[in-house]
């Protein structure tokens, strides 16, 4: 079976920082992976999507950049983390192929800026 | 680009009832489909049930259903037998046809069960 795994769940950086999230997903091959952002009592907004190595599409212009340097990981990064980079990020993939086949979230991380 | 339009911020019903979340959307695609997403106290996001735009047939998963009209652009959900454990946010999203560009969501409705 497919699984997702994504680190750190808690993180606590100063303004100025960088910044690495990671996530990998196992039991599938050439995913099509998403990083997304959850401020506070709002909804998902889509940061970053990939369809494949080296492939990034970005949705929203902001302080932070993805990576796909493997078929299955998917890292989120900033040079110097923003107070308005606070949020809950959470990864997820879907099966290569398109918008019908729904999207598998990990368990998220909570970034708090301080 | 689309929207998504929750308007219902949070709801409250009894155990064993039945409740319904609205969710329109807006959009000028023809080829798209729609999701409900629950996302509990743990914060993980759990996918409930999924339309195709092109089915006039609403989905059905357990005690979960859709309404799901076209042409109001409306995705309601309907949740029967209302349990405690159905407490969580719940999330409609968009999906583009033919594309990996991901979803849109909308700001979701907060779903209280009440024992």
């Known amino acids: 079976s497919q699984t997702i795994h994504q680190w750190p769940a808690t993180l606590v950086q100063p303004v100025g920082s960088p910044l690495s999230l990671e996530c990998t997903v196992e039991?599938?091959?050439?995913?099509?992976l998403y990083w997304y952002r959850q401020a506070a009592g709002r909804g998902l907004q889509l940061l970053f999507y990939?369809?494949?190595?080296?492939?990034i599409s970005s949705e929203v212009p902001q302080n932070l950049s993805a990576s796909r340097p493997q078929d299955r990981q998917f890292i989120l990064s900033s040079k110097k983390l923003l107070l308005s980079d606070s949020g809950f990020y959470l990864c997820?993939?879907?099966?290569?192929?398109?918008?019908?086949?729904?999207?598998?979230f990990g368990d998220g991380t909570r970034l708090s800026i301080l | 680009a689309q929207t998504v339009t929750q308007s219902q911020p949070e709801m409250s019903v009894q155990e064993a009832e039945t409740v319904t979340l609205s969710c329109t959307y807006d959009?000028?695609?023809?080829?798209?489909?729609l999701f409900w997403y629950k996302q509990p106290p743990s914060r993980q996001m759990i996918l409930v049930i999924r339309?195709?735009?092109?089915?006039?047939q609403n989905a059905t998963e357990n005690r979960f259903s859709v309404n799901f009209q076209k042409a109001a652009k409306s995705f309601s959900l309907k949740i029967s037998d209302s349990q405690l454990g159905d407490t969580a946010m719940y999330f409609c999203?968009?999906?583009?046809?033919?594309?990996?560009?991901?979803?849109?969501f909308g700001k979701g409705t907060h779903l209280i069960i009440q024992p």
């Open positions: 997820a993939w879907s099966v290569y192929g398109g918008s019908n086949q729904p999207q598998h």
């Open positions: 039991g599938t091959s050439n995913p099509n």
């Open positions: 990939s369809v494949g190595i080296g492939q």
């Open positions: 959009t000028s695609e023809s080829n798209y489909y």
């Open positions: 339309q195709e735009a092109y089915k006039q």
């Open positions: 999203a968009f999906a583009r046809g033919g594309g990996a560009d991901g979803l849109t």
